[in-house]
């Protein structure tokens, strides 16, 4: 499955954010994301760009806290998030109605981490994870759960320490 585009758009009557994908070959997925369902999935998204950074910097790795908010900004400046999302699927291999997620899992694949988005029951979807796809992930979700109103402070990664200054000491 090669992804053409995805979105994700607020449903206040819902109280759920819908994220759809389509595909270059002309099929769409619906899926349901919870607010519960989000709180899960973000600290897994931040893990697995810091495990991506570690496994693609390994001699700059002590330096993934600072360098991935900095990748972020230049991924998401490349990113089109002007197109219109296409409205012509074709087939919906998990049929036109959203899936409600309710688990995460992540697997190892041979190109990398494997994110699976689960329901409780039946189908969901697999995506193979590069910086690129995570960066874009995170940008959409960040931005509709603020339009959500859900009051959910995202920290991109773990914030860095802040080193403490040696306090000056008065010899006499």
Excluded at 2 to 30: S, Y
Excluded at 59 to 82: C, T
Excluded at 116 to 123: A, V
């Amino acid at each position: 499955m090669q992804i053409h585009q995805f979105n994700m758009q607020f449903h206040p009557e819902q109280d759920r954010i819908i994220f759809r994908l389509n595909t270059t070959n002309h099929e769409e997925f619906r899926f349901y994301m919870t607010r519960r369902f989000i709180k899960l999935l973000w600290p897994v998204l931040m893990q697995l760009l810091e495990k991506d950074y570690k496994r693609r910097e390994p001699e700059r790795s002590h330096l993934a806290n600072v360098i991935l908010p900095f990748e972020h900004q230049e991924v998401v400046s490349k990113a089109d998030f002007h197109q219109p999302f296409a409205e012509q699927a074709m087939t919906f291999p998990l049929g036109e109605d959203a899936v409600l997620l309710s688990r995460i899992q992540v697997k190892q694949g041979a190109q990398g981490d494997i994110l699976c988005l689960l329901p409780t029951d039946g189908s969901g979807i697999e995506f193979g994870m590069t910086p690129q796809f995570i960066h874009t992930f995170c940008k959409l979700l960040h931005d509709v759960v603020s339009r959500a109103e859900w009051d959910m402070d995202f920290v991109f990664v773990k914030q860095v320490e802040t080193m403490q200054q040696p306090q000056s000491r008065v010899l006499h």
